[in-house]
């Protein structure tokens, strides 16, 4: 695992940073995008990382039922459609 | 009287087969008259108002749902599924009216217990309508608001110790035939592996990290009775690598017609089809010719039997299945939305079933075709469409199986052979001298 990676506060803000420069053109981002962050490390590492960031509450999913992808948590339109607004 | 008016509906009632519209509004009434004293926990008109939403749609031609959503309960990333109305004010029962996927038990045996617990909790704090079950296999609940779907979860899993399935980019739930448990044709225990393979891997089930979906389906027999072989990305499929066994008594008992041996274990006797005839229902039926009848005798050339099981089905007295058995891994099977439908491709001719070593040659398989869909693998790419694109080659190399003749469909078209240099005995380079010796400049 990359120093990166293995450092929790260092990873949120990459994320976030990652997330947040992209932020006008999409708000939801399938998990292939992590790489883009994390190129040094495989993809399980990623996700477990990834994943626990849902549950802290920085990032939230988005499905559609077949597709899965991740979104900062209260950002993008579909927050926005269910009901909060 | 109903809500909403619903001609276009009330035209699907008329035909000749069961109709989901008879269905939902016979839900309607029952919910609207409450007998039973539920304390509806979402909207009680809400089936109304999704017969009502379906008759607008209907009526404009498009559909009136918005596509997915972020509900879901803490620390799973599927088992629901978003859904809203985008008509809220003309349909407000149906504003919220999320999926959620439950896992099914193994081989699908339920108590009625368990029914009546499962139901008892939608009644409240569903709208009451399942389907049982999705083409995922699992238990699908149709229908509630955001706020239910934790006091579900809670329920389901503290109250009934049972978890939600998949959905999204997850590995769905998978499925399995009955096997072993009731089934004498079932060549390794279809339960025993489905659970663990699902309660082995309750991460990729529940956080989302695949490209795509991916299932998991377990058919004990080349019978196939899940059709695992059209309806997952790896499905496994019980064989055996030794011979039929055969009891000729039992085979002239067929041939004789006797009563107590009907062919297909009597599931055609409702029609007089004529005596039993076993060159043309049985030896002429073989896909490879590798059976034959003579002096009251049955012969099977086993090593080219394909295993289709049809003579296995039709004299079902006579012929078992054989010993030494286990499965065949097939992978990349999908449905049509790129590429076209496929099938999946024999990857495992045969491997060993085996628990006491957890499965670890199974797992094995698994987890290397995981690690090059996980890599390789474009967003929202199947497995079956990843090998199309990269070739089955490619697989066979990332999983360290060999190529082995049941691998090949049908002989190649293409007449060039590209090697790669590890290949090649000596590499690309050689010894120009001792070439010369044998070819002039």
Same mark, same amino acid.
């Given at each position: 695992?990359?120093?990166?990676?293995?450092?929790?506060?260092?990873?949120?803000?990459?994320?976030?940073?990652?997330?947040?420069?992209?932020?006008?053109?999409?708000?939801?981002?399938?998990?292939?995008?992590?790489?883009?962050?994390?190129?040094?490390?495989?993809?399980?590492?990623?996700?477990?990382?990834?994943?626990?960031?849902?549950?802290?509450?920085?990032?939230?999913?988005?499905?559609?039922?077949?597709?899965?992808?991740?979104?900062?948590?209260?950002?993008?339109?579909?927050?926005?459609?269910?009901?909060?607004? | !009287?109903?809500?909403?008016?619903?001609?276009?509906?009330?035209?699907?009632?008329?035909?000749?087969?069961?109709?989901?519209?008879?269905?939902?509004?016979?839900?309607?009434?029952?919910?609207?008259?409450?007998?039973?004293?539920?304390?509806?926990?979402?909207?009680?008109?809400?089936?109304?108002?999704?017969?009502?939403?379906?008759?607008?749609?209907?009526? +404009?031609?498009?559909?009136?749902?918005?596509?997915?959503?972020?509900?879901?309960?803490?620390?799973?990333?599927?088992?629901?599924?978003?859904?809203?109305?985008?008509?809220?004010?003309?349909?407000?029962?149906?504003? +919220? %009216?999320?999926?959620?996927?439950?896992?099914?038990?193994?081989?699908?045996?339920?108590?009625?217990?368990?029914?009546?617990?499962?139901?008892?909790?939608?009644?409240?704090?569903?709208?009451?309508?399942?389907?049982?079950?999705?083409?995922?296999?699992?238990?699908?609940?149709?229908?509630?608001?955001?706020?239910?779907?934790?006091?579900?979860?809670?329920?389901?899993?503290?109250?009934?110790?049972?978890?939600?399935?998949?959905?999204?980019?997850?590995?769905?739930?998978?499925?399995?035939?009955?096997?072993?448990?009731?089934?004498?044709?079932?060549?390794?225990?279809?339960?025993?592996?489905?659970?663990?393979?699902?309660?082995?891997?309750?991460?990729?089930?529940?956080?989302?990290? %695949?490209?795509?979906?991916?299932?998991?389906?377990?058919?004990?027999?080349?019978?196939?009775?899940?059709?695992?072989?059209?309806?997952?990305? !790896?499905?496994?499929?019980?064989?055996?690598?030794?011979?039929?066994?055969?009891?000729?008594?039992?085979?002239?008992?067929?041939?004789?017609?006797?009563?107590?041996?009907?062919?297909?274990?009597?599931?055609?006797?409702?029609?007089?089809?004529?005596?039993?005839?076993?060159?043309?229902?049985?030896?002429?039926?073989?896909?490879?010719?590798?059976?034959?009848?003579?002096?009251?005798?049955?012969?099977?050339?086993?090593?080219?039997?394909?295993?289709?099981?049809?003579?296995?089905?039709?004299?079902?007295?006579?012929?078992?299945?054989?010993?030494?058995?286990?499965?065949?891994?097939?992978?990349?099977?999908?449905?049509?939305?790129?590429?076209?439908?496929?099938?999946?491709?024999?990857?495992?001719?045969?491997?060993?079933?085996?628990?006491?070593?957890?499965?670890?040659?199974?797992?094995?398989?698994?987890?290397?075709?995981?690690?090059?869909?996980?890599?390789?693998?474009?967003?929202?790419?199947?497995?079956?469409?990843?090998? !199309?694109?990269?070739?089955?080659?490619?697989?066979?190399?990332?999983?360290?199986?060999?190529?082995?003749?049941?691998?090949?469909?049908?002989?190649?078209?293409?007449?060039?052979?590209?090697?790669?240099?590890?290949?090649?005995?000596?590499?690309?380079?050689?010894?120009?001298?001792?070439?010369?010796?044998?070819?002039?400049?």
């Amino acid at each position: 695992m990359s120093e990166l990676l293995s450092n929790k506060e260092a990873a949120t803000q990459a994320v976030v940073d990652f997330m947040t420069k992209k932020s006008k053109t999409k708000s939801k981002f399938y998990f292939n995008d992590f790489q883009d962050i994390f190129p040094d490390d495989k993809l399980r590492d990623i996700k477990k990382v990834v994943n626990l960031l849902v549950t802290d509450g920085v990032l939230e999913y988005w499905s559609s039922g077949s597709t899965t992808m991740y979104g900062l948590k209260g950002g993008g339109k579909q927050h926005s459609s269910e009901g909060e607004a | !009287m109903a809500k909403h008016e619903t001609p276009l509906l009330d035209q699907l009632e008329s035909g000749p087969w069961p109709s989901f519209v008879s269905d939902l509004k016979q839900q309607a009434e029952v919910r609207a008259k409450n007998e039973a004293g539920v304390e509806f926990q979402i909207p009680q008109d809400a089936v109304e108002d999704l017969l009502g939403v379906l008759e607008l749609s209907y009526k +404009h031609g498009r559909t009136h749902w918005k596509h997915g959503g972020i509900v879901g309960v803490f620390g799973y990333g599927g088992g629901v599924i978003g859904r809203y109305c985008d008509q809220p004010k003309l349909f407000p029962g149906v504003e +919220h %009216f999320h999926t959620m996927r439950v896992a099914q038990p193994c081989g699908k045996y339920y108590t009625t217990e368990y029914l009546r617990t499962l139901t008892k909790i939608w009644d409240m704090r569903g709208s009451g309508i399942t389907n049982m079950h999705g083409a995922t296999g699992d238990i699908i609940l149709l229908g509630t608001t955001t706020p239910q779907i934790e006091e579900i979860f809670y329920e389901l899993t503290h109250n009934m110790n049972q978890d939600l399935g998949g959905s999204g980019s997850n590995l769905r739930t998978p499925a399995d035939c009955l096997g072993s448990s009731r089934c004498e044709y079932a060549c390794y225990d279809s339960n025993a592996l489905c659970h663990f393979l699902t309660n082995n891997y309750q991460d990729e089930l529940h956080r989302p990290a %695949f490209p795509y979906k991916f299932k998991f389906k377990f058919d004990a027999c080349p019978n196939c009775c899940v059709a695992s072989i059209a309806r997952s990305d !790896m499905s496994f499929i019980g064989t055996w690598r030794d011979a039929i066994k055969i009891d000729q008594d039992a085979v002239n008992k067929y041939v004789e017609n006797d009563a107590a041996y009907p062919p297909n274990a009597g599931a055609h006797k409702g029609k007089d089809w004529g005596p039993f005839d076993i060159e043309k229902e049985v030896l002429g039926l073989c896909p490879t010719k590798c059976m034959k009848f003579e002096n009251k005798t049955l012969k099977i050339d086993d090593a080219n039997c394909t295993r289709c099981m049809h003579c296995i089905n039709t004299m079902p007295r006579a012929l078992k299945i054989g010993d030494d058995r286990g499965c065949s891994i097939l992978v990349g099977a999908k449905a049509p939305i790129v590429d076209g439908a496929q099938m999946g491709s024999l990857l495992v001719p045969f491997v060993e079933v085996n628990s006491d070593n957890d499965y670890e040659a199974i797992t094995a398989v698994i987890e290397n075709v995981w690690d090059w869909w996980m890599e390789e693998g474009k967003n929202r790419e199947r497995l079956g469409e990843l090998i !199309m694109r990269q070739g089955f080659q490619k697989l066979l190399e990332v999983t360290g199986i060999d190529a082995q003749p049941q691998h090949v469909a049908y002989p190649r078209t293409n007449p060039y052979i590209f090697w790669k240099e590890e290949e090649v005995a000596g590499g690309w380079t050689r010894d120009v001298v001792e070439y010369r010796k044998h070819h002039l400049r």
